[in-house]
């Protein structure tokens, strides 16, 4: 599927480059020891700038998703998954992906899953997958 790939800065390249090592970095913040996502130079909970990107297991679940029919480019496969992904290590961190690897109709809420990534120039994009 084609992607716009993000701009890569000191904040969010750890995050965008991770897969390389297969791993997903997430900011964790040394002060209040909490994760949050997208990556920032200072941590939204307390305001501490002592924050560092760090590995967590890649796993988590679907909160929710929607299925997309819409072929916004030509090359565009459809339909496909855009959900919301909440890993285990913390209630509340969450971000937007795909899931992958099965067919849409299987996808549900609450559907343990793992990250997987798709390499596209120097950008590792988190994806997920069921997790058995």
Not at 10 to 34: E, M, V
Not at 65 to 79: D, F, G, R, S
Request: net charge neutral; with cysteine; hydrophobic share 45%.
């Amino acid at each position: 599927m084609p992607r716009k790939l993000p701009a890569l800065n000191a904040d969010n390249r750890a995050f965008w480059q991770g897969g390389a090592q297969g791993k997903l970095l997430i900011q964790r913040c040394a002060a209040c020891s909490r994760f949050f996502h997208p990556p920032a130079p200072l941590c939204p909970h307390c305001a501490s700038f002592e924050v560092a990107p760090e590995a967590v297991s890649g796993k988590g679940r679907v909160l929710s998703y929607t299925i997309n029919y819409q072929p916004w480019t030509p090359e565009l496969e459809v339909p496909y998954v855009v959900a919301i992904i909440e890993l285990v290590e913390q209630p509340g961190l969450q971000f937007v992906s795909n899931v992958v690897g099965l067919p849409v109709t299987q996808v549900q809420i609450g559907m343990p899953v793992r990250v997987s990534f798709l390499n596209v120039e120097d950008v590792w994009l988190p994806l997920f997958e069921r997790d058995l």
